[in-house]
């Protein structure tokens, strides 16, 4: 499958641990994105990539958040000290010029 | 004002019946625009990009006004399979390629 591809699918996890999410993008494409995504929203931009040089980081990510994509191929997407408010669907999509092609998610469940 | 703003709905519609979305943006500068479908639990895919000139793809039909800053998604003869969410994507101009999405407009086809 030459898709994006997320991993985990889904994590559960208590409220001030930390977690790391992993977002493979396809291979050819040298911009990655980082969506979180609640219920009855649309995807908020979290921050995107080019290459293996974060361009933008939105006000949404506080500094318990961090992501990098040190090699311009995966990326990770670290949260630390957990929050309920952290539950959400982390979303990974990439895309070389035009359309933006997404992975299935990363399902985060605070406890 | 927000980026991109959308009506969240939700559009109860008869089958068969014609409905219309529109989405505003707030940065002129903005370069490109598309449609994006979102189906319960999955993530978003490309419907349709939205070109200046308006195009059509089958049943769907989208138009860009730049002067007033909005696009338009009209979608004809629905089926309900049309079902879903849809959610207006704007990528901004130049160097920064963030791409932001609307919340969605809920879309619900009714037999």
């Known amino acids: 499958d030459t898709g994006v591809s997320q991993n985990p699918r889904h994590k559960i996890t208590k409220r001030g641990q930390n977690v790391t999410f992993r977002c493979d993008p396809i291979?050819?494409?040298?911009?990655l994105y980082w969506y979180r995504q609640t219920l009855g929203q649309g995807p908020e931009f979290l921050t995107y990539f080019q290459n293996e040089a974060q361009l933008e980081k939105s006000r949404l990510l506080s500094d318990r958040f961090s992501a990098e994509r040190p090699k311009g191929s995966f990326s990770t997407l670290e949260i630390q000290r957990t929050e309920q408010g952290d539950s959400a669907m982390y979303l990974c999509?990439?895309?070389?010029?035009?359309?933006?092609?997404f992975g299935e998610g990363s399902r985060l469940t605070v406890l | 004002r927000k980026e991109v703003e959308q009506d969240p709905g939700p559009f109860n519609v008869p089958e068969g019946a014609t409905v219309a979305f529109n989405c505003t943006y707030s940065n002129s500068a903005s370069q490109s625009f598309f449609w994006y479908r979102q189906d319960c639990r999955k993530e978003p895919k490309l419907l349709m990009s939205v070109y200046s000139s308006g195009n059509e793809d089958g049943r769907f039909t989208a138009q860009l006004n730049r002067a007033s800053q909005y696009i338009s998604l009209l979608i004809r003869d629905s089926k309900l399979s049309d079902s879903a969410t849809y959610l207006c994507v704007v990528r901004a101009s130049g160097r920064d390629d963030k791409i932001i999405f609307g919340k969605g407009t809920r879309l619900h086809i009714l037999p």
């Open positions: 291979s050819e494409h040298n911009r």
């Open positions: 999509a990439s895309n070389q010029h035009g359309e933006l092609f």
